[in-house]
Structure formats: C-alpha cells, structure tokens
C-alpha cells in the first residue's frame, strides 16, 4: 500500500496528491467568497486506475466542508465523482 498524501497548495490554487512521495496529480480551483469552483483535475500517467482521482477529490470536497464553502464542479471528474458520491450532493450549487 503507497503512503498517499493530498495538501492544499493556496499559492498555486490546486490541492496536489503524491503517492511515495511522488506527485500523483492535482485538482485547480478557483476561490470566491463562500464558494470553490473546481475547474481541473490531472492524475498523472502511471497512477491511473488507483482511485487517485477519487482520493483527491473526496479530500477537496471535504476541505470545502470544512470551510462552510459552496462548490461548483466546473471539472467533469468532479461533476461525475459527485454525482456518484451522493453523500457531497448538499455542497453543490
């Protein structure tokens, strides 16, 4: 099992994961007042297929949870992640 870690890059506006230290992928947002617009997400060649996607995605919408923020699923990884995951229904609008 890798050790997977997701960190909130505010400087580049994107939350980064890595797996054994390696850069994994990352989702880029936009910030407004109450809401975070996710606009993209990349996991990079080799880590498909692991749920890396999933992982920093779950984790992105449980920041903007935590934050009391809105969010609008601009990406459509995020768009389909969350319309599988009702459980993050209530975020969106």
Do not use: W
């Not at 996991?43 to 999933?54: K, L, N, T």
């Not at 984790?59 to 995951?85: I, M, N, Q, W």
Request: hydrophobic share 35%; aromatic share 8%; net charge negative.
């Amino acid at each position: 099992m890798s050790d997977i870690e997701v960190t909130d890059n505010t400087e580049r506006h994107r939350f980064e994961i890595t797996s054994d230290g390696a850069e994994a992928g990352f989702a880029d947002y936009e910030l407004a007042e109450g809401v975070i617009e996710l606009t993209h997400t990349v996991v990079r060649d080799g880590f498909e297929g692991q749920g890396i996607g999933g992982k920093l995605v779950s984790h992105a919408l449980d920041s903007a949870r935590s934050r009391d923020l809105r969010v609008v699923p601009t990406c459509s990884f995020v768009k389909g992640y969350v319309e599988k995951h009702p459980e993050y229904a209530d975020l969106v609008g």
